[in-house]
T-cell receptor
Framework: DGGITQSPKYLFRKEGQNVTLSCEQN?????MYWYRQDPGQGLRLIYY???????QKGDIAEGYSVSREKKESFPLTVTSAQKNPTAFYLC?????????????FGEGSRLTVL | AQRVTQPEKLLSVFKGAPVELKCNYS??????LFWYVQYSRQRLQLLLR??SRESIKGFTADLNKGETSFHLKKPFAQEEDSAMYYC????????????FGRGTSLIVHP
């Protein structure tokens, strides 16, 4: 099946620990994104990548890091510097910047800090 | 800067009633507008985009540049329409990263 796969679906972390969320796509899309979804706040952009080996900060990048070593993979690391990491994280992709706005989303990963 | 405003956090209607989910945007250039929907336990997905001018699942949305609005409408709501709806904007010719509104939760009662 073509699509975006996020793992794990649920993750618990102790304060002070880093955690990495996986995002893989087999759609051959150039662009990939990470959003954070909080109740009442909609989707806020954390990082995005338009091409392999390149990525840009979004609106709320502090406390997060990413890499884009392969076209199909865009992992997000939530570091201990993120003050309020408990949230639902969504990964998305789009064909290219020639098709703006048409994003394909994963099922999300829910991170809970204990 | 581009901004999307969805003034209603929650919209509650009865089955068969008309539905209008409001979306207003702020952008000085020529925008592209979208509606995304997230049904319970499903992934977020594109519902419709203004340039397509199509009706999906009975929903339509017209871009009103004068009022900077892109309201989502359906004449007769169904229970299966209950979901979270997000309006999104991209700036044509500029940043193509979508900016999302805060979302409106639509509940359709039987």
């Amino acid at each position: 099946d073509g699509g975006i796969t996020q793992s794990p679906k649920y993750l618990f972390r102790k304060e002070g620990q880093n955690v990495t969320l996986s995002c893989e796509q087999n759609l051959n899309h150039d662009a990939m994104y990470w959003y954070r979804q909080d109740p009442g706040q909609g989707l806020r952009l954390i990082y995005y990548s338009q091409i392999v080996n390149d990525f840009q900060k979004g609106d709320i990048a502090e406390g997060y890091s990413v890499s884009r070593e392969k076209k199909e993979s865009f992992p997000l690391t939530v570091t201990s510097a993120q003050k309020n990491p408990t949230a639902f994280y969504l990964c998305a992709s789009s064909i290219s910047r020639d098709r703006p706005g048409e994003l394909f989303f994963g099922e999300g990963s829910r991170l809970t800090v204990l | 800067a581009q901004r999307v405003t969805q003034p209603e956090k929650l919209l509650s209607v009865f089955k068969g009633a008309p539905v209008e989910l409001k979306c207003n945007y702020s952008y000085s250039g020529s925008p592209e507008l979208f509606w995304y929907v997230q049904y319970s336990r499903q992934r977020l997905q594109l519902l419709l985009r203004h340039i397509s001018r199509e009706s999906i699942k009975g929903f339509t949305a017209d871009l009103n540049k004068g009022e900077t609005s892109f309201h989502l409408k359906k004449p007769f709501a169904q229970e299966e329409d209950s979901a979270m709806y997000y309006c999104a904007l991209t700036a044509s010719g500029g940043s193509y990263i979508p900016t999302f509104g805060r979302g409106t939760s639509l509940i359709v009662h039987p």
